[in-house]
């Protein structure tokens, strides 16, 4: 019994000693971490927005025959634009949507009460336009029975659930992609190379190309199924507990359209990542070390998902659609918070598909490489012929 111990203590301080050898073993495992969920949890917390206060300008559209009064026409926070389409199409562009009742001439304020900036623009008109009743009625060129009333576009219920999807599903989509095929990644590509069971397979007449598709595919798989059973998971704990997502009332009501597009978007990721990974697996020596990939991938996600968070939808620049991950980033959310943009979406999937194309190519050339002398040698030759039937594919 002592001597079992004793082997057991030398065998621990070995492995120990091994792993704190390794810098990189502990900037992935020990570093990394507190650095990145505290900022998770930072962006959690900060409105992305601000607030009436520090937001300078805010875009309001004004449906005629809307009569503003004078402090909402010379505010220079305001940005104002007459606006004769559509009423809903106004939050694609604008903070907030001023129309006037024909019959009682109260203004009517449309906001987005899922997006802070546009709750923060209709706080600001309500204030601003409060205060009139201390001011003569010839000075701000509204009657003193004019009121003001605030339209909100969602019940508070189901504006709480769409509002929480859009801060939550983002990151969910990207530690999901990245943390489920890791396993499976890993052991397809480094874990044949420590077994070395990839020289039999190479010995068939398979080509380099249908390996790695199938060894995607099979990835991708495996993944996805993980990645369903993380969703499920959480929606049964929903279900189990509500009140973790607050003491409020919340409800979820993606309509079908948004849920075949969120599934789309995540198959994408996830098989971007999962072709990443199994790339990436090819040169490491060990599927300890493909592993201590998710931290650095982990780290390019969220730095993706905090910029598409902190993004102004109503005012985003066009080239945000064509940066790697931050465009899917910004589907993802868009889609969550029903702000469908049909070419933000195209744009998307069209990039991301692009990668993994060019990431295909990249793992079948780099596993070309790795293992040409099964092709080319005399001793591969020999191998593919005495293991052609035996692992014929």
Known sequence: M??????MTIVARKELKDFFRDP?????????????????FWVLNENPQGSAGSHQNFRIAVKPPAELP???RESSQLTLTNLH????????????????????GRLRIYYDNTDALSMGAYSFLKKTLS??????????????????????????????GTALLGLILPFMFFIFAITCPLAGAADLSSG??????????????ASRSGIILGKLAAGTFTGLCSVGAYFLGCY????????????????????????????????????????????????????????????????IGMGAVYTAQN?????????????PLVNLALAVRETALNRLIPADIIWAVVWNLVYLFLMIILAVSMFQKEFSFVKTSKTGRLLARSHKRRYSI
Not at 2 to 7: F, G, V
Not at 25 to 38: K, R, V
């Open 70 to 72: 004078l402090q909402i």
């Open 131 to 160: 205060e009139k009743q201390d001011q003569p009625p010839r000075e701000t060129g509204i009657s003193e029975n004019t009121g003001v009333t605030g339209m909100p576009l969602y019940p508070p219920a189901e504006a709480a």
């Open 85 to 104: 389409e559509n009423a809903l199409e106004w939050r694609y562009s604008h903070d907030a949507l001023i129309t006037a009742d024909k019959e009682t």
């Open 311 to 323: 993004t102004d939808l109503t005012g985003k620049a066009w080239f945000y659609s064509h940066i």
């Open 24 to 40: 990189r073993a502990l900037l992935l495992s020990l570093g990394l971490p507190l650095i990145l969920f505290p900022l998770l």
């Open 236 to 299: 049964l704990s929903f279900l189990i507990t509500p009140e973790i997502v607050g003491q409020g009332e919340i409800r979820f009501s993606p309509d079908a359209q948004q849920v075949v597009i969120l599934i789309l978007l995540i198959i994408i990721l996830t098989l971007l990542f999962t072709a990443v990974e199994i790339t990436a697996g090819f040169i490491t020596r060990s599927v300890r070390e493909a592993q201590l990939l998710a931290m650095p991938l982990l780290t």
């Open 2 to 7: 002592s001597s079992r111990r004793k082997i």
């Open 192 to 205: 044949e190379k420590e077994r070395g069971s990839l020289e039999p397979l190479l010995s068939t007449a």
